[in-house]
């Protein structure tokens, strides 16, 4: 069988990628991150990230699928063989449970929306049934109201079918969709900051978020943890999108440039939120509860409520760019691991999206299990919410990094960085020079190596080391789970790399092999 691969119209992969790079990482967790780790201490790391491991590992993942013409796994084994592709499956099963648990979020997302027609804003009258309802803000009564009802039924399999369209004829339909979310988005996300900014006392909180705490900054390594970790989830970097992305370009592309277009969209926009975010908080003196999850669904509505006119509206949009930005987040998550699962067995794309997607829905919904609430509904909430933070500590706070420290270490060594450089300069009006290959083969993994290390350190003797404060007590249940994940993780990626890969007769293949240099077969 030869296969055609997908392509990309002329702005489609900007909008794709930008789409999946904007996403609940750029609209909330920025934010609460920076909130979390003191505002002013959060950004300049940030910016270090954005430098040194954003813009570089972007043209690295970028180069590399525009190369191999293929998606993550396959493109790795391409530069280091078996182990390579291991890594890229361990990359792609970490990002199938973020797929889940995003996709959940997006589901509770489409509640709020609903809930923001009326409903959310009204009196927790409704929650009684919970001990502490009297004592919760109405965002917070609502939220748990519809986590628990029976709704969450039919929100999660909704964004799934969304997804489904979404992905179902490749890079053509990801690319209607997100060349209508994308421009929307930004408009959106405008009208709030403008609402956020002109709020009284709203600048005050963006100088909080910009004036930079050095004293937290030197001292304390899980700020650098949270912002490294913060970079990678919001570029999609660590777990191969981009490179799925681009294999759906011609070779005659220009990956610098495209790396540093969807890297400053996507931090600007972030920025924006942030400013948004902040402005909001600081204007009402809202002190967020701290989680990324709480901030959402609870802290936003609580400042948005209380907007002078058309509170209704402001929130209706805020929930409506959440669902746009997360939907085309969430179809880049799912393209790349069906395309890796279609690039290795030659499987039919539709079998696959379905096979994956009812998987995927059941999985999601394990995340939305609302069986068990908590006594004192003070923490966490649900053990769906419990699952969802302890699989986030392992997948965002460690899988992004240990993928990214392994795909610097593949390609910078076992390739070599050098030829990707000259790979991408090939077609680029900007010649990336020698500094690359010192940041791929040295100083990414370097500071990945420390960030991971020493950040770590700080959890282990905190009670916080399982991802969340309400689990801490029960050590076994934490370990478990940390089991678990590992377990399913290397033993899924480990029968994955030594299954039969399909073979593909034609060009596509010889235009991928590694020694082609991309000169001969350019499109
Ligand atoms: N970047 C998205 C966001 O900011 C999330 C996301 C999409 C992602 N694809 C990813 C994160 C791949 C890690 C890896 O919300």
Same mark, same amino acid.
């Given at each position: 069988?030869?296969?055609?691969?997908?392509?990309?119209?002329?702005?489609?992969?900007?909008?794709?990628?930008?789409?999946?790079?904007?996403?609940?990482?750029?609209?909330?967790?920025?934010?609460?991150?920076?909130?979390?780790?003191?505002?002013?201490?959060?950004?300049?790391?940030?910016?270090?990230?954005?430098?040194?491991?954003?813009?570089?590992?972007?043209?690295?993942?970028?180069?590399?699928?525009?190369?191999?013409?293929?998606?993550?796994?396959?493109?790795?084994?391409?530069?280091?063989?078996?182990?390579?592709?291991?890594?890229?499956?361990?990359?792609?099963?970490?990002?199938?449970?973020?797929?889940?648990?995003?996709?959940?979020?997006?589901?509770?997302?489409?509640?709020?929306?609903?809930g923001?027609?009326g409903g959310l804003w009204a009196h927790p009258g409704t929650v009684a049934a919970f001990k502490d309802a009297g004592k919760m803000a109405f965002s917070q009564a609502f939220f748990y109201h519809m986590i628990s009802g029976?709704g969450?039924?039919?929100?999660?399999?909704?964004?799934?079918?969304?997804?489904?369209?979404?992905?179902?004829?490749?890079?053509?339909?990801?690319?209607?969709?997100?060349?209508?979310?994308?421009?929307?988005?930004?408009?959106?996300?405008?009208?709030?900051?403008?609402?956020?900014?002109?709020?009284?006392?709203?600048?005050?909180?963006?100088?909080?978020?910009?004036?930079?705490?050095?004293?937290?900054?030197?001292?304390?390594?899980?700020?650098?943890?949270?912002?490294?970790?913060?970079?990678?989830?919001?570029?999609?970097?660590?777990?191969?999108?981009?490179?799925?992305?681009?294999?759906?370009?011609?070779?005659?592309?220009?990956?610098?440039?495209?790396?540093?277009?969807?890297?400053?969209?996507?931090?600007?926009?972030?920025?924006?939120?942030?400013?948004?975010?902040?402005?909001?908080?600081?204007?009402?003196?809202?002190?967020?509860?701290?989680?990324?999850?709480?901030?959402?669904?609870w802290?936003?509505p609580r400042?948005?409520v209380?907007?002078?006119?058309?509170?209704? *509206?402001?929130?209706?949009?805020?929930?409506?760019?959440?669902?746009?930005?997360?939907?085309?987040?969430?179809?880049?998550?799912?393209?790349?691991?069906?395309?890796?699962?279609?690039?290795?067995?030659?499987?039919?794309?539709?079998?696959?999206?379905?096979?994956?997607?009812?998987?995927?829905?059941?999985?999601?919904?394990?995340?939305?299990?609302?069986?068990?609430?908590?006594?004192?509904l003070?923490?966490?909430?649900?053990?769906?919410?419990?699952?969802?933070?302890?699989?986030?500590?392992?997948?965002?706070?460690?899988?992004?990094?240990?993928?990214?420290?392994?795909?610097?270490?593949?390609?910078?060594?076992?390739?070599?960085?050098?030829?990707?450089?000259?790979?991408?300069?090939?077609?680029?009006?900007?010649?990336?020079?020698?500094?690359?290959?010192?940041?791929?083969?040295?100083?990414?993994?370097?500071?990945?190596?420390?960030?991971?290390?020493?950040?770590?350190?700080?959890?282990?003797?905190?009670?916080? *080391?399982?991802?969340?404060?309400?689990?801490?007590?029960?050590?076994? *249940?934490?370990?478990?789970?940390?089991?678990?994940?590992?377990?399913?993780?290397?033993?899924?990626?480990?029968?994955?790399?030594?299954?039969?890969?399909?073979?593909?007769?034609?060009?596509?293949?010889?235009?991928?092999?590694?020694?082609?240099?991309?000169?001969?077969?350019?499109?």
């Amino acid at each position: 069988m030869t296969q055609k691969r997908d392509r990309w119209g002329t702005l489609g992969f900007i909008f794709a990628a930008s789409g999946s790079a904007i996403g609940l990482g750029n609209i909330v967790f920025f934010s609460a991150n920076a909130y979390k780790y003191g505002a002013g201490a959060f950004y300049i790391p940030y910016l270090v990230a954005f430098f040194v491991l954003g813009i570089p590992i972007m043209i690295l993942e970028l180069g590399l699928g525009n190369k191999m013409q293929r998606a993550f796994p396959e493109s790795l084994s391409r530069c280091a063989g078996k182990p390579g592709e291991f890594v890229g499956w361990w990359g792609l099963l970490s990002a199938s449970f973020i797929t889940m648990y995003y996709i959940t979020i997006l589901g509770w997302a489409l509640g709020m929306w609903v809930g923001s027609f009326g409903g959310l804003w009204a009196h927790p009258g409704t929650v009684a049934a919970f001990k502490d309802a009297g004592k919760m803000a109405f965002s917070q009564a609502f939220f748990y109201h519809m986590i628990s009802g029976k709704g969450v039924l039919i929100y999660v399999p909704i964004i799934w079918l969304l997804n489904v369209l979404i992905v179902w004829r490749g890079a053509k339909s990801i690319e209607e969709a997100v060349s209508i979310f994308v421009p929307l988005m930004w408009i959106m996300m405008i009208i709030l900051i403008l609402r956020g900014l002109t709020l009284p006392n709203g600048i005050q909180g963006v100088y909080r978020l910009f004036t930079p705490d050095f004293k937290i900054i030197f001292s304390d390594f899980s700020v650098w943890h949270g912002a490294f970790s913060q970079m990678f989830f919001t570029l999609s970097l660590g777990f191969g999108i981009m490179t799925a992305y681009a294999s759906y370009l011609p070779k005659t592309s220009d990956q610098t440039n495209n790396a540093l277009m969807v890297c400053s969209m996507n931090c600007g926009f972030e920025f924006i939120a942030g400013i948004a975010i902040f402005s909001l908080l600081f204007a009402f003196a809202i002190v967020p509860a701290g989680g990324t999850l709480s901030m959402t669904f609870w802290t936003i509505p609580r400042g948005i409520v209380q907007f002078p006119f058309w509170h209704r *509206v402001f929130g209706v949009l805020f929930f409506t760019l959440l669902l746009m930005a997360g939907l085309s987040s969430s179809v880049s998550l799912f393209e790349a691991i069906i395309s890796a699962v279609i690039d290795k067995f030659g499987a039919s794309r539709k079998k696959v999206i379905l096979i994956f997607a009812v998987l995927g829905c059941l999985g999601s919904f394990i995340f939305a299990l609302p069986t068990v609430i908590d006594p004192k509904l003070d923490g966490c909430g649900t053990l769906g919410l419990t699952l969802l933070d302890m699989i986030d500590h392992w997948s965002f706070g460690q899988g992004l990094l240990i993928v990214g420290f392994f795909e610097c270490i593949i390609v910078g060594w076992f390739y070599g960085a050098k030829k990707i450089r000259e790979y991408v300069n090939h077609h680029s009006n900007l010649h990336l020079g020698v500094w690359f290959d010192i940041i791929i083969k040295f100083v990414a993994p370097i500071m990945i190596l420390v960030v991971l290390v020493f950040g770590n350190l700080k959890d282990f003797k905190s009670a916080t *080391v399982y991802g969340s404060s309400y689990i801490s007590g029960h050590a076994w *249940v934490a370990g478990a789970a940390l089991g678990i994940w590992l377990f399913a993780t290397c033993a899924g990626a480990a029968v994955l790399t030594l299954s039969k890969t399909y073979e593909y007769e034609g060009e596509e293949r010889r235009g991928g092999e590694p020694d082609a240099e991309g000169k001969s077969n350019d499109e």
